[in-house]
C-alpha cells in the first residue's frame, strides 16, 4: 500500500520475482491518485498480469505539472539520470 506521506520522483528498484535480483527504476508516487508507477531501466519484457514490488530508495524531487509535452518528456530523461547516478554512488 501507498503510505499517504510519500509523493514525487525516487529512485527504486523493482522485484519482479521474489529471489530475483532487482532492477533499477524511477519511479513515481502520487498518495492523491493513489498511483506508484515505476519505469524500470534497462527493461525490455511484458509484465502485464505480473505482480512486481517496488521499493523506494531515494527522493529525487517533487511532483510537478508541466506545460508541455516536451518539458514532461525532458523532465523524464533526468530522472532517469538521477536514478543511474543514485545507484552508481
Known sequence: PLDDN?????AGRVT???GDEPYMAAVFADPVRKILEAHI?????DLVGQDITI??????RETEKFETEEKLRAAIAHDVEATRAYFKK
Not at 510519500?6 to 525516487?10: E, L, N, P
Not at 521499493?55 to 529525487?60: F, P, R
Open 6 to 10: 510519500v509523493s514525487g520522483i525516487f
Open 55 to 60: 521499493h523506494l530508495n531515494e527522493k529525487i
Open 41 to 45: 531501466l534497462d527493461f525490455d519484457d
Open 16 to 18: 519482479i520475482e521474489e
